[in-house]
Nanobody, 127 residues
Framework: QVQLVESGGGLVQAGGSLRLSCAAS????????MGWFRQVPGKEREFVGA???????????YYADSVKGRFTISRDNAKNTVYLQMNSLKPEDTAVYYC?????????????????WGQGTQVTVSS
């Protein structure tokens, strides 16, 4: 069982930055693909990006086109934490952001790929 807790959401002006954190429980954190999704009322949960393990020690991140070049995902396995650095924020980035975990090794871009979810954190970008 993996428990996820997001933090770092808030209100920011367009063009600003925020960093979200997701702290995970469990001793096998480094083996999980960690993903970020977002959702606005009345819409499907949308893939933002994820970071997966390749080999024993390397990781790679991949992103939705809508955030590529603006958002960066990183992880600190010693702290069981994954981060979402969001730069050049736009009003359309406003959503509840969710952290998720899965044992799927790569290209986990669908919400059904993920077994564990955090409670979400609100990000609001004002124009």
């Amino acid at each position: 069982q993996v428990q996820l807790v997001e933090s770092g959401g808030g209100l920011v002006q367009a063009g600003g930055s925020l960093r979200l954190s997701c702290a995970a429980s469990g001793r096998t954190f480094s083996t999980y693909t960690m993903g970020w999704f977002r959702q606005v009322p009345g819409k499907e949960r949308e893939f933002v990006g994820a970071i997966s393990r390749i080999g024993s020690y390397a990781f790679y991140a991949y992103y939705a086109d809508s955030v590529k070049g603006r958002f960066t995902i990183s992880r600190d396995n010693a702290k069981n934490t994954v981060y979402l650095q969001m730069n050049s924020l736009k009003p359309e980035d406003t959503a509840v952001y969710y952290c998720a975990a899965t044992a799927v090794g790569s290209k986990a871009i669908e919400s059904y790929n993920y077994d564990y979810w955090g409670q979400g954190t609100q990000v609001t970008v004002s124009s």
